[in-house]
């Protein structure tokens, strides 16, 4: 997801977005309840993908009927669209009536809002259902691209890079970035990755990144500490060596996941990869892409994060806002979201902890052939810093993208 802020626009917020409109305490959740009775809750939240929207609607008819709460999904493309206007409402002075009351987001889009003061919180502990992720034995849900979320960021899902591919075609898929390469050459057309600034595909370059670097400890911290030209060198040299054998010859590339799992199912591509790991079985059951598909992901495992809710700091809905994030948490909820027939995007909770009616919910399995193996999520490598996805968004583009 990708950050549109400038340093200098971001301090100008700061200094003119003053206190916010009062909000309800977060540990007062009776008064929560009460005052979210009513609102309408504007999630501005990706709109890229029918399941993810279907979803978010099943949700505004859950709250709605047991909450009184009403949710607009505002489909944006971009998360940094939303934060824009966040951004571009309390530069002019909006602290109490701002258009976004709940944002999907992220990386480096959190840390930009965190930094300069743009979210409203800590309410994230505060939420009843919170505990339910288990915490203190699960870091990932407090932290964000190596960044403590302090309660600013509630979770609500878990993704992981997953490659995918037509076993009809592919006997035995590469299992490297290395491997990767090698096959493109001998397969030439049939491989590609989605457009930067694409989070997907901007994963894609953190994954090859990882995987080329003799030392990834300077990823872990801000990239303005690092010589980036020589921490990226081997990733360029990379790309130029993959770009020739990519899908249309690497001039151009899918606008984002769902592009490239149509080509995929148009059969122009052998190999793609996702940011869910239940995508391609879920995309197999509604006869989006071939029944021979299967998924994996690489030797040594593959980069994923969670995804979080925020509630900017101008929202006038902070108690719907913030019933909505709580419900979100709840098994239910839960639950209905890792379903492959509805979504498929991982739990956020710790179902081992959970109670026996709560994990029974959990309980349907799967025999779809297109889900990853057993066990194959076990090995999560963590998120760079999140200054380097836009550092790296940059200096793509610059390489790349021919005006």
Same mark, same amino acid.
């Given at each position: 997801m990708r950050s549109i802020f400038t340093l200098a626009t971001l301090m100008v917020a700061t200094l003119l977005a003053g206190p916010s409109m009062a909000a309800p305490a977060p540990d007062d959740w009776k008064t929560v309840l009460s005052e979210a009775r009513g609102q309408t809750v504007y999630w501005n939240a990706w709109g890229g993908d029918v399941r993810t929207n279907d979803y978010i609607d099943w949700v505004n008819r859950q709250v709605q009927a047991k909450y009184g709460v009403d949710v607009v999904h505002v489909k944006v493309d971009d998360t940094g669209v939303a934060v824009s206007r966040v951004l571009a409402e309390q530069t002019a002075g909006n602290r109490r009536d701002g258009s976004v009351d709940l944002i999907w987001l992220n990386g480096e889009n959190f840390a930009a809002m965190r930094e300069h003061d743009l979210l409203f919180g800590p309410f994230a502990r505060h939420l009843p259902n919170f505990s339910l992720t288990?915490?203190?034995?699960?870091?990932? @849900?407090?932290?964000?691209?190596?960044?403590?979320?302090?309660?600013?960021?509630?979770?609500?899902?878990?993704?992981?890079i997953t490659f995918y591919y037509d076993s009809a075609r592919i006997a035995s898929p590469p299992r490297s970035i290395e491997a990767i390469l090698d096959w493109a050459r001998h397969h030439p057309g049939r491989f590609?990755?989605?457009?930067?600034?694409?989070?997907?595909?901007?994963?894609?370059?953190?994954?090859?990144?990882?995987?080329?670097?003799?030392?990834?400890?300077p990823l872990y911290a801000p990239v303005e500490e690092s010589d980036f030209e020589s921490v990226t060198a081997p990733l360029w040299d990379y790309l130029e060596a993959l770009h020739p054998h990519l899908w249309r010859d690497g001039r151009q590339f899918p606008a984002n996941g769902p592009a490239m799992r149509r080509l995929m199912a148009d059969g122009e591509l052998d190999l793609a990869f996702t940011f869910n790991p239940s995508e391609p079985a879920a995309a197999v059951d509604d006869f989006e892409l071939p029944p021979m /598909?299967?998924?994996?992901?690489?030797?040594?495992?593959?980069?994923?994060?969670?995804?979080?809710?925020?509630?900017?700091?101008?929202?006038?809905?902070?108690?719907?806002?913030?019933?909505?994030?709580?419900?979100?948490?709840?098994?239910?909820?839960?639950?209905?979201?890792?379903?492959?027939?509805?979504?498929?995007?991982?739990? @956020?909770?710790?179902?081992?902890?959970?109670?026996?009616?709560?994990?029974?919910?959990?309980?349907?399995?799967?025999?779809?052939?297109?889900?990853?193996?057993?066990?194959?999520?076990?090995? /999560?490598?963590? #998120?760079?810093?999140?200054?380097?996805?836009?550092?790296?968004? #940059?200096e793509w583009r610059k390489r790349y993208i021919r005006e």
């Open positions: 288990y915490p203190e034995h699960n870091p990932e @849900v407090v932290t964000d691209f190596t960044l403590p979320t302090d309660g600013y960021e509630s979770p609500w899902g878990k993704a992981q590609t990755y989605p457009r930067i600034p694409d989070f997907t595909g901007s994963t894609f370059l953190k994954q090859a990144l990882l995987s080329l670097t003799a030392n990834p400890e /598909t299967r998924s994996y992901v690489l030797d040594g495992g593959t980069l994923g994060n969670v995804h979080f809710v925020a509630i900017p700091a101008n929202s006038p809905h902070k108690a719907g806002a913030m019933v909505v994030a709580n419900f979100l948490l709840s098994p239910r909820a839960q639950a209905h979201k890792q379903d492959i027939t509805v979504w498929g995007d991982r739990t @956020v909770l710790d179902v081992t902890r959970l109670d026996d009616p709560a994990r029974k919910a959990f309980a349907a399995t799967s025999d779809n052939p297109a889900l990853p193996p057993r066990g194959a999520l076990q090995t /999560t490598l963590p #998120e760079p810093h999140p200054s380097w996805m836009t550092a790296l968004q #940059e």
